[in-house]
């Protein structure tokens, strides 16, 4: 033990350095992992970290300058909702990234995380009750929306002469020859 930090406290080894930690103070903890402040360090530019902002990929720490605009690793995905830098989990749809928080239906604002969706020919997202809803032939005789019956994803309607109908609506003659 050197003498030089008898009487203080011992944290265990620096996970960079392998050395004791001693001393309130001279010590940081990170991804669960034990520092010396000096040790604790951005891989690009060295600037201690402890106390700041930080972001671990494949092994290296990057302070957040260095994270985002170094270009030592894959640049953060931007949200095609917000257009901000996605900094935590990324939602993938339709080929594009989201923050999670905003991948919404474009009627009801409900979130689509894990839910059923639909897109529309204007590329807007919709839960599949509105897309229904607003998408869907209107009955001739009635006006109504032709939907799918609770808890089916398919309806049946009737097409006579261009025009929809629901079953109940229609009230055509069958002509036989």
Known sequence: MDSTYSGSLYFGSCMRCSKAVYGAGRGCRAMGQLFHDACFICSVCSEKLSGKPFYS?????????????????????????????????????????YHPCCFRCAVCSQSLEGQPFT?????????????????????????????????????VRVVSCNRNYHVECYSGEINLI
């Open 119 to 155: 897109v529309d020919s204007d590329d807007k997202v919709y839960c599949v009750s509105d897309f229904h809803r607003l998408q869907a032939p209107r009955c001739a005789a009635c006006r109504a929306p032709i939907l799918p019956t609770e808890g089916s994803t398919e309806c």
């Open 57 to 97: 990929v494949s092994g290296g720490i990057y302070c957040e300058n260095d994270f985002l605009y170094s270009g030592v690793h894959p640049a953060p995905e931007v949200c095609n909702s917000c257009g901000v830098l996605i900094m935590d989990m990324v939602l993938q749809a339709r080929g594009k990234s």
